[in-house]
């Protein structure tokens, strides 16, 4: 992965460190889902979050997309391919935003099971991780 931070980074104060810190899963990561969450109670933009874990060496884990991590996927979801393709005709690559929109009609499981075990790429991660996915698809 390509993170869209090579350059900046972002220096929290000590409290809104801690906030971060307390989210943390037991493997010392933060989740891609806690990092929404951190966003809000440490208000800066999700667009930041890559760059701020980034300076407190802390990796976000977990994409809910299937990009990377280790959660468990079930089976692709048809329907929702399909309204994929509909909304997003001529492309396979489709921003991260894109499916947490898809989402709000299903659940981010289905979506992200429906990624995963198709020809469906993520791009532009909304939490600053990637602009584009590299690597072959399911670690293949």
């Not at 906030?19 to 929404?36: E, M, N, P, Q, R």
């Not at 921003?95 to 709000?104: I, L, Q, R, S, V």
């Amino acid at each position: 992965m390509s993170s869209s931070d090579d350059i900046s980074t972002i220096k929290l104060d000590q409290k809104d460190e801690d906030i971060v810190k307390s989210y943390l899963d037991t493997d010392g990561k933060l989740s891609c889902l806690k990092a929404f969450t951190v966003a809000r109670k440490i208000k800066h933009d999700v667009s930041q979050m890559s760059m701020i874990t980034k300076s407190m060496g802390i990796k976000i884990s977990n994409c809910e997309l299937s990009v990377f991590g280790n959660l468990n996927f079930s089976d692709k979801d048809q329907s929702i391919y399909e309204n994929l393709e509909k909304n997003y005709v001529g492309t396979k690559n489709i921003d991260c935003k894109g499916y947490w929109d898809e989402a709000k009609t299903s659940s981010l499981h289905k979506v992200g099971s429906t990624v995963k075990n198709s020809d469906l790429e993520v791009i532009n991660c909304q939490l600053g991780c990637f602009k584009e996915k590299k690597g072959k698809k399911n670690g293949s």
